[in-house]
């Protein structure tokens, strides 16, 4: 079954690979990205890597699964739907994951980037069957979240090739109780000014009457001169920035981070995360340093030495697990400044994400991630004056891109990025394509378009250096290979004079609040009878409506659709459901959660010779998945 990992028992596990792993660590920003070891670059890889091609002779997995399986055969999908669905109730929808299109997935994806390698997004779709299946496939992780890589690690993937992203130092890590006024102050002032929500006493109100720190004393002065300003000059908004990013998460996370050696590292972050500020900044803070300094006396210096106890804090903290070496093989991590690296004292490399420019895409992530290719230059400088090592570029071009220019464009803009930190002295060695491909199967010939863009790019730009590429998808490993099968639970039949043209209306056992969540159709979710063929042709087809089953008038899954007369009890299987719809589910009004099947279903396409780690792979879809040996009925319908 693999490697079994408790988050807690990570030290043993580094321990074991000791021997094996490379020094290289990779961070990011919103602005910096980062990864790490044993990025790989080619369809034959390392002895660490599960993804080498497997040397058994091209025959058929179907039969090589069956041949190991205790599990139920069906003959035909269309049986294996109903049989489950009769078994399950008319209440009940349930979630079909065929996993031999994991299989394909995979061998499509080396057949067309076979020198990119793939780290899975969680996100997509968390399902422990799939999560565990990838493992296995030999897959890197892209996790967002704690919970996500206990998850994977729980699973049995490698600590060394997860991706985690740090979006910021999270404010919920300082209880506001254990603040000072000036402190509070701050705190609420800082908040207000990031989310552009406070309250409008914020101006008037007096920091409190503890003002001992000098530099806490002039940066909320700042902060109140910002707000009751109308037109704040550029030398205002520069010192504004600095406080926000730099001095007021150091501030509060004294009061985390607290014990003696915590409070020098806090006051050597203040004095070094001001280099790189030019001189007329730098004429307002280095005074106040100095003077704080000399007497001795910084808040977070008299703090620590009354306080320190020989305690771990916040131990779940990923930051602190990677300070502390425990997760010290994460690959990627993200944070909203440069200079939060300092305060999170993470050694590690980063990589430099930029924006991409497209307007052909669903979800704009630019929007909120990444720098223009003009800034790049100075957040090199900026990284190099605080000893940072930067390794590379990172892009995403947003979610479900359909413009392959997009790509390709943004990977130019990548190599000159490389080319102007080769000018400041860096080697960059890492070039992440991010992910934005759709995964449904109406969409594998735009696949072929693109990556053949992607590749073309990629040669043309990096032709003769040493540059590891990845990615990160997710919508393409999951999308077509899950369905969900829901029976009606209500009919209408609708007036041909309705202005719309509907004729049908149909209630379902699942809805807008369960697996079918607002912009679902942007994924190519389609519905499907599950009907015989003879049913199908006897049958007059209507324009019909479709609605989930709670009392809210917004719960429509299909405002337009055609559809054969279908009657109370009858199920409709949906495809390309595989992405998001199992991670924003809900249970509003008290409805289940669709139930899981796990079924493999034979593809010609799929070839032995394809499958990473055949044996493994093969022993645990035989555990875990019925069998059906086709997808349609004889005369080639469900």
């Given amino acids: 079954m693999g490697l079994e990992v408790d988050i807690n028992d990570i030290d043993e596990v580094v321990e074991e690979h000791n021997q094996k792993l490379t020094d290289r660590r990779v961070f990011f920003l919103p602005t910096y990205q980062i990864r790490v070891p044993g990025l790989y670059n080619s369809y034959t890889m390392s002895e660490t890597n599960c993804f080498k091609k497997n040397t058994s002779k091209t025959g058929s997995v179907f039969y090589l699964i069956s041949s190991k399986s205790s599990k139920k055969y069906h003959k035909s999908l269309h049986d294996y739907l109903i049989s489950n669905a009769k078994e399950l109730g008319q209440d009940q929808p349930f979630y079909v994951y065929d996993l031999a299109d994991i299989l394909f997935k995979t061998q499509l994806w080396y057949e067309r980037f076979p020198n990119v390698f793939p780290y899975y997004a969680v996100k997509a779709n968390a399902d422990p069957v799939l999560v565990r299946l990838f493992v296995l496939l030999g897959y890197g992780f892209d996790c967002s979240t704690e919970g996500e890589i206990r998850f994977v690690l729980k699973a049995g993937a490698d600590p060394r090739k997860i991706i985690f992203t740090i979006k910021s130092h999270r404010a919920s890590s300082t209880d506001p109780t254990n603040l000072s006024c000036d402190q509070k102050y701050l705190l609420d002032t800082c908040t207000a000014i990031s ?81 790189y500020l030019p001189k007329k900044y730098r004429d307002v803070i280095e005074p106040v340093i100095s003077r704080t300094a000399y007497f001795a006396a910084p808040e977070n210096m008299l703090l620590a030495m009354l306080t320190d106890r020989d305690v771990i804090l916040e131990p779940l903290e990923l930051g602190e697990l990677s300070r502390q070496g425990k997760l010290s093989q994460m690959v990627i991590l993200f944070v909203d400044s440069l200079f939060l690296l300092l305060t999170l004292e993470l050694q590690t490399m980063l990589v430099i994400r930029i924006k991409s420019k497209s307007t052909q895409h669903v979800y704009n992530l630019s929007k909120k991630f990444g720098c223009e290719v003009s800034e790049a230059e100075d957040l090199l400088l900026q990284a190099k004056a605080l000893n940072l090592n930067v390794v590379g570029v990172s892009f995403h071009v947003g979610g479900l891109c359909d413009d392959p220019k997009t790509y390709t464009s943004t990977i130019d803009n990548s190599r000159l990025v490389f080319d102007a930190a080769q000018q400041l002295g860096y080697k960059f060695t890492i070039m992440d394509i991010g992910a934005g491909f759709f995964g449904s199967e109406e969409r594998e010939e735009f696949f072929y378009e693109l990556s053949r863009e992607i590749n073309s790019s990629l040669e043309k730009n990096f032709p003769n250096e040493d540059v590891e590429f990845i990615a990160e998808p997710g919508c393409y490993c999951v999308a077509s290979a899950v369905s969900i099968v829901t029976s009606i639970i209500g009919k209408k039949s609708v007036s041909t004079g309705d202005e719309s043209g509907i004729q049908r209306e149909y209630f379902l056992n699942d809805g807008f609040y369960q697996s079918f969540f607002e912009h679902h159709d942007i994924y190519d979710v389609k519905p499907v009878p599950v009907l015989t063929p003879q049913e199908l042709e006897q049958r007059a087809k209507y324009k019909s409506r479709v609605w989930g089953q709670t009392c809210c008038s917004e719960d429509m899954i299909e405002e337009e659709c055609v559809l054969p007369d279908m009657e109370d009890g009858e199920f409709i299987q949906w495809l390309n459901m595989g992405a998001y719809g199992r991670g924003v589910a809900s249970t509003f009004t008290i409805v289940p959660y669709p139930a899981d099947r796990y079924v493999f279903i034979q593809d010609q396409r799929l070839r032995l010779d394809s499958i990473p780690n055949l044996k493994d792979v093969t022993d645990y879809i035989s555990e875990v998945a019925d069998l059906v040996e086709n997808k349609e009925c004889e005369n080639g319908h469900l």
């Fill in 195 to 275: 989310s552009g929500v406070g309250s409008s006493d914020l101006v008037k109100r007096q920091p409190g009457t503890l003002n001992l720190v000098r530099w806490l004393t002039t940066a909320n002065r700042i902060l109140r001169l910002y707000l009751s300003t109308s037109d704040p000059s550029n030398e205002l908004i520069t010192l504004l920035v600095f406080i926000l990013r730099v001095y007021a998460p150091s501030w509060l996370r004294i009061k985390v981070h607290y014990s003696i050696m915590d409070g020098s590292r806090h006051l050597w972050h203040f004095i070094s995360s001001s280099r």
